[in-house]
């Protein structure tokens, strides 16, 4: 433990120091709602977004989505820039020592780790990839401590159209046109002409023909980590917001929203 709390405070250091750190207060923020593990050497980059220690656990950089190679998967086709996602991250962190650190569940279902990997000066992995354009924010429900910085993270370089933001191919979608991105991982952004509460279920109408149009859901059993997050979902209904998630076809485009970190309000 007693090396933990060391580290942590090289953390704090090295965050105030470098061009890519985040004021004080939010390095302290985020620090404080990890929980700090363990550390091992990076003996392979696998993807973007995904590397092999010399422990014998390949770890998923929680929080984020390179693009993504085959890796063995028949007829699955390279996303863009997948190569150029990988050497990035083979830049980073290849043969160096890193330390891993939790917000939230810290295996998946593949067996993989799940963790923020913190470089020996300080660098926090998952936001360097953000800020060069070479990952999007990618959170689940039972992992979203510090997602917000990732998304500020995000957000420049998106802005900046660097790495992935300057190819049309991870372009932020409009809410009038998805028809040909069923079943992928989307941006989303638009305004949401409609908000109604179906027996505890919320839907976010962007049109108003909710038969057809993109739609948000809120299913009952995920409302409550909304209300924990201070976002009142019925008092959307005009705004405009950027959203997040896998596109299904249900009665038109449809993303089912689990936590607030998807939706991203933008008209304050």
């Not at 028949?74 to 190569?83: H, T, V």
């Not at 660098?123 to 360097?128: D, G, K, N, T």
């Amino acid at each position: 433990m007693r090396i933990y709390v060391t580290f942590l405070q090289v953390l704090a250091v090295a965050f105030f120091a470098t061009p890519l750190a985040a004021p004080q207060a939010m390095a302290d923020n985020m620090l404080s709602r990890l929980e700090v593990g363990e550390r091992a050497t990076v003996v392979e980059v696998v993807d973007g977004d995904t590397v092999l220690l010399d422990d014998g656990w390949q770890v998923r950089l929680v929080g984020i989505q390179a693009p993504k190679l085959p890796l063995g998967r028949k007829n699955f086709q390279k996303w863009p820039l997948a190569d150029e996602s990988k050497k990035a991250l083979e830049a980073l962190v290849m043969g160096r020592s890193v330390v891993l650190a939790y917000g939230g569940q810290r295996v998946d279902r593949h067996g993989r780790r799940l963790a923020h990997l913190f470089l020996d000066d300080g660098s926090w992995v998952q936001e360097i990839m953000l800020s060069k354009g070479m990952a999007r924010v990618y959170s689940f429900p039972d992992n979203r401590a510090i997602v917000a910085e990732m998304l500020l993270a995000e957000g420049r370089a998106r802005q900046d159209g660097a790495g992935i933001w300057g190819n049309s191919w991870y372009a932020v979608r409009t809410a009038d046109s998805l028809s040909r991105d069923i079943g992928s991982f989307q941006v989303i952004e638009g305004r949401i002409v409609a908000a109604a509460d179906v027996r505890g279920t919320v839907y976010l109408n962007f049109g108003t023909d909710w038969r057809s149009d993109f739609t948000v859901k809120v299913s009952k059993r995920h409302r409550k980590s909304f209300s924990v997050g201070e976002v009142d979902l019925m008092a959307l209904e005009g705004r405009r917001v950027r959203v997040r998630g896998w596109l299904d076809d249900y009665n038109g485009p449809m993303i089912e929203a689990t936590h607030p970190e998807q939706i991203e309000i933008l008209d304050n």
